[in-house]
């Protein structure tokens, strides 16, 4: 049997051959079919990205239906068992665990690379003290773009390998002054005895002892919090990273556009929003008007659901075992009883079985967080800091795949054409002006 799909267009008659690779026809193909020589040709029509493959890509494989996640072919359970988060970003940016002296150089170039520039410190500043950590991450990140111009050159493989240990090196460094801003805090500067890990939590939680000495335990469960937050394929701040990196703009620029993309409720936000919710659940008798409430569509089950996994997403078992750990390190919270109960509750219920709907890694993520004491803000910028792995693995393989261009999506368009242009005062309308909504009073905010 061929490996081709017929297609015949009723509207000519014609019929077609397309290739098939992959299980997948080039959207291109179909632009041979037209109904006259004028005609631009077909195109595929798939708003969000529901069915299109944007690229090839040999980093990170998910089976959405089974729940199985894998790096370069290593299982997520291997992986958060068995290796550090450094290991794993070196997996995904060079496509190979590392040997002991490559990983120990990998490491070595990381650790001595945590330190921002003192003038990162001045764009800080400039930050109002209820700025949103993430926003200001944001601006970090870009910025950096400014401190490191050579960067731009990214043809140049030591630009890049510079780029990656930066970006890796001092996200944690940004992520916790970003923290330390926010409260009003001095900022804490790397320690290179650290681990990644032990010293992201340092440079949030150190006061006034000479030496911040990280719970071991607590590390650990950081670290494969990390691991399990490095790549996800061509999720919403992974495409764009892709899309804005395709102009070919420098690696800090593009993985701006990610932290951006990942600052959404509905992508990197979600942990933030789940303990939200979870807040507002206050107590597990509320739990079934809480999901009445989302079965009606008024609102939703955060942490619940998944455009790729159509099953319990693997992150999330993992993720729940050291909720439990964690928890008995540094004592109970009662936020986990509700979740436990309304994850219970819902996949009892056929509003979630129909639609395949489970616990996504952000449904129990936030309340590890939250043990470690680290305020809901920062969710979202603790989530920034292991996908920046991905993030640069995903753009280095995309600025190697003669395959891609810029990306520039088409469009239907559905407006009005040819119309004749009627001057100011001709013009009419409804008497009322259109304009944005009366303003709500602005409540006085504390540091105005
Ligand atoms: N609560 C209630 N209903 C839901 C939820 C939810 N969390 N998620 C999906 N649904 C419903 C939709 O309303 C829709 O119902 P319908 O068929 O009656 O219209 C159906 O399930 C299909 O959902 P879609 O929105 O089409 O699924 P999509 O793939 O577009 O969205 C998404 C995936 C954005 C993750 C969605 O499930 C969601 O909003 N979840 C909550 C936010 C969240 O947890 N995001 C984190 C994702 S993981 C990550 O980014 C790291």
């Known amino acids: 049997m061929a490996d081709t799909l017929s297609i015949t267009d009723n509207r000519t008659g014609e019929t077609y051959e397309v290739p098939i690779e992959d299980d997948t026809i080039k959207s291109m193909d179909l632009r ?16 969000a990205f529901l069915n299109t493959a944007s690229c090839r890509s040999s980093i990170t494989y998910i089976d959405g239906e ?13 992986l958060c068992a068995k290796s550090s988060y450094l290991e794993v970003a070196y997996l995904l940016v060079f496509g190979e665990l590392p040997t002991e002296p490559q990983l120990e150089r990998w490491v070595y170039d ?36 400014t401190f490191y111009p050579h960067a731009k050159e990214i043809d140049d493989p030591e630009e890049r390998y510079m780029a990656a240990i930066r970006m ?72 764009a990273v892709r899309s804005v990196g395709s102009s070919r703009v420098d690696p800090y620029s593009a993985v701006a556009a990610g932290v951006a993309a990942l600052y959404g409720p509905l992508h990197g936000g979600a942990n933030e929003a789940v303990l939200k919710m979870l807040r507002r659940i206050e107590s597990v008798d509320n739990i079934p008007g809480f999901l009445e409430g989302v079965k009606n569509g008024d609102e939703k089950l955060m942490g619940f659901g998944h455009r790729v996994y159509k099953n319990y997403d693997p992150r999330a078992r993992i993720v729940k075992k050291h909720v439990d750990e964690v928890l008995e390190i540094v004592g109970a919270n009662p ?33 590890i967080y939250e043990a470690l004491g680290i305020p ?24 190697g795949d003669s395959a891609q261009k810029i990306a520039r999506p088409r469009q239907i368009y559905t407006g009005d054409r040819d119309l004749e242009y009627v001057p100011i005062a001709d013009r009419t309308g409804p008497e009322k002006i259109t304009g944005p909504p009366a303003r709500r009073p602005v409540k006085a905010r504390r540091g105005a």
């Open 168 to 239: 890796i090196a001092k996200m944690p460094t940004l992520a916790a002054f970003s923290y330390r801003h926010s409260l009003g805090l001095p900022y804490v500067y790397p320690d290179n005895d650290l681990s990644y890990a032990g010293n992201f939590l340092g440079m949030m939680r150190k006061m006034t002892e000479v030496k911040y000495e990280p719970d071991p335990r607590l590390e650990k469960a950081l670290d494969v919090l990390f691991i399990l937050h490095a790549d996800h394929e061509q999720n919403c701040s992974t495409a």
């Open 32 to 47: 041979q079919i037209k109904v006259n020589d004028d005609d631009f040709g077909m195109m595929a029509y798939d708003p």
């Open 335 to 367: 936020l986990l009883d509700i979740a436990t109960e309304l994850e219970k509750r819902a996949m009892d219920d056929e509003y979630f079985t129909s639609r395949k709907l489970y616990p996504n890694v952000d449904y129990y993520s936030g309340l």
């Open 376 to 399: 809901s803000e920062m969710f979202t910028v603790i989530f920034a800091i292991p996908r920046t792995a991905g993030w640069i693995a995903q753009w280095m393989e995309m600025n």
């Open 110 to 145: 990381v650790t001595h690379h945590t330190f921002v520039h003192e003038d990162m410190r001045s764009l800080y500043r400039g930050f109002r003290h209820d700025a949103h950590p993430m926003g200001i991450l944001l601006a970090g990140v870009g910025a950096m773009s």
């Open 66 to 78: 089974a729940g199985i996640l894998q790096h370069r072919g290593y299982t997520i359970e291997d």
